[in-house]
Each structure stands twice: as C-alpha cells, then as structure tokens.
Nanobody, 112 residues
C-alpha cells in the first residue's frame, strides 16, 4: 500500500521560512517525477515539480523563493519555502506525478 506523509507545515510570520517534507512508503520514488501542490479556493495549484533526473520547474508566484529537492535514498521530497507571504497560506500536498498518489497535506499559515 502506497502512503505519502507530509510534514513541516505550521504557522510562520511573513518573511519567514519553512521546510516541508513528504516521505513515501510502498513505492520507489526514484522512478517518478514528484510535485508539490497547494489548495487554493476551488482548485489545487501546482507549486513546484522535480523530474526523476532532478530538473525542476516552479510556478511563477514562488520562483526565487521556494526550492524543491528530492532524496531518492530516503524516498523523500522536500520543499524549502523562504520569504513566505500571507498569500502562501494553504494546505500543501505532495504528488507522485503520473500516478494517483497524493499525501493528505500539511497546513502552512503565514501571518502578516
């Protein structure tokens, strides 16, 4: 059974940082692209994606502030979030791209 468990969310002041982690079991991460999404009103929005080879792409609203990375040995994907803004407040989810596997999410709240 595949499980993805996000952690690292919390409450932070604007300008602060958080590091999200998503650890997987039951699946070999190394073969798949991985992504972080966030739940915006009415839709789930792609934040960042990393290929199996390590190339990355970002939504324009986080570029230069967030960094996605992966550790295949630990079956874990990370999202380093710097210079956080109140509008970054959301539940963040990890996703194994091309599959239907999602974590349950972790809440990020940025106060002004």
């Amino acid at each position: 059974q595949v499980q993805l468990v996000e952690s690292g969310g919390g409450l932070v002041q604007a300008g602060g940082s958080l590091r999200l982690s998503c650890a997987a079991s039951g699946i070999d991460f190394s073969a798949f692209p991985l992504a972080w999404y966030r739940q915006d009103p009415g839709k789930r929005t792609l934040v960042a994606q990393i290929s199996s080879a390590g190339s990355t792409n970002y939504a324009t609203f986080v570029e230069g502030r967030f960094t996605i990375s992966r550790d295949n040995a630990k079956n874990t994907v990370y999202l380093q979030m710097n210079s956080l803004k109140p509008e970054d407040t959301a539940v963040y989810y990890c996703n194994v791209v091309t599959t239907g596997y999602w974590g349950r999410g972790t809440q990020v709240t940025v106060s002004s």
